[in-house]
């Protein structure tokens, strides 16, 4: 069982920058592929950005391609979300995804209904 907790949403300006922080619990943290999705209101929560085991391999939405940077400390339990270049339009809640690839590709990350864990999420709100 692992248990995920975010921190680090809240308000910012368009253009902005805000990280993310994910903290795990137990001990088979550095086991799982790491991911963060979002959900806007009256929308379908979507994939944002995922990394491997090791934080070598990472995979991220068009969308926030070149402005959002994820990361993870395995000796810290934690995978983070740094998100520069802040849009109105990334306004969500942010939410820390963790799956047993098993061998699978980082891609499958974006399958949102074969997530194994998730966090209860943070809002991230960017005013105009």
Known sequence: QVQLVESGGGLVQAGGSLRLSCAASGRTFSSYAMGWFRQAPGKEREFVAAINTGGGIT?????VKGRFTISRDNAKNTEYLQMNSLKPEDTAVYYCAARSLQGRSIVT?????RIDYWGKGTLVTVSS
């Open 59 to 63: 995979y991220y939405a068009d969308s």
């Open 109 to 113: 990350m974006g399958e949102t209904r």
